[in-house]
Each structure stands twice: as structure tokens, then as C-alpha cells.
């Protein structure tokens, strides 16, 4: 365990919809609508490469661009038991369907996950500390390893 990390720092924009879902605000909740997200990456190394670095930070953005920009940025979330999922997806080109309901903090575990293992087929020593999305100003979940599945 290395006590040296990075962090970078990403937006993007996508739409999505709670659905089926007992939430205190109605808000997110039987509504297609956007948010611009920000998403904050912390990343450790067991220790630091021959280059004195946990990773380059060119590097770091072009996995964190290929995980989470490329594919979320412009995209529609929804779950797979909304009954808009199938004709959204079949009429609009960025659409993931997603088997839980697509909040801030299923997708700071989504992140989390799916970065973890990109970052480990580009260098084994690498991996996520923690993942925070921010769905509005003032609204940060974060996804952090180590910790007990919340789920
Ligand atoms: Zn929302």
C-alpha cells in the first residue's frame, strides 16, 4: 500500500431516469432529464514507477476518455425495467441500460470498477482508491475500494 496518489477530473453530460424507485425528491424520479456531471478519480500504484510517477497524467486521461467520456458523454441511462429503455435505445444512438437504477452512486461504482480493470490491463500495479461523481453543485457520491459492497 503506497501513500502517493493522483487525481484528475473529468465532465461530462448525459441524461438518465429513476425508475421504479421511492426516492424523497421527485426530481430524478419518472423523469428523462440532464445533469452535468463531474467526476473526480483518485489513483494509486503499489509504488511509483521508474519515472518517479503513479501514472502519466496523459495516460491516465486518455483511459479515464475511453471509460467514461466516450462512452457516457451525450448518453441516455436508464433502467432495464423502464419501459422507455427499449424504444429510447432503439431511436437514439448513446444508450445504456442499466440492471440498477442509474444514480450518482451506481455510477461511482460503475467508474470504479470498470477503470479498475482498465488501468490494470495497462499496468498490474495500478488501481482505483476512490471514484466521486457529482450530479449537481453542490451533490458528490463516492465509490471508494476497500470498503464493504454497500449493495
Ligand atoms: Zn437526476
Redesign the pocket.
Known amino acids: 500500500m503506497n501513500n502517493m496518489y493522483v487525481e484528475t477530473f473529468i465532465t461530462f453530460e448525459a441524461a438518465?431516469?429513476?425508475y421504479d424507485v421511492n426516492t424523497y425528491s421527485e426530481?430524478?424520479r419518472n423523469n428523462i432529464?440532464?445533469?452535468s456531471y463531474g467526476v473526480n478519480i483518485k489513483v494509486s500504484r503499489t509504488s511509483l514507477n521508474e519515472s518517479g510517477m503513479v501514472i502519466d497524467f496523459k495516460l491516465l486521461k486518455k483511459i479515464v476518455n475511453e471509460i467514461i467520456e466516450l462512452p457516457y458523454d451525450h448518453s441516455c441511462i436508464l433502467r432495464s425495467i423502464d419501459p422507455l429503455a427499449e424504444p429510447i435505445k432503439a431511436n437514439c444512438k448513446k444508450v445504456h441500460i442499466v440492471e440498477d437504477n442509474p444514480t450518482a452512486e451506481w455510477m461511482a461504482k460503475e467508474f470504479f470498477q470498470s477503470l479498475d480493470e482498465g488501468l490494470k490491463d495497462v499496468d498490474p500495479e495500478l488501481y482505483v482508491l476512490s471514484v466521486s461523481v457529482r450530479?449537481t453543485e453542490h451533490n458528490i457520491a463516492t465509490y471508494e475500494g476497500g470498503l464493504e459492497d454497500a449493495n
Open positions: 438518465h431516469r429513476l426530481e430524478c432529464h440532464g445533469h450530479e
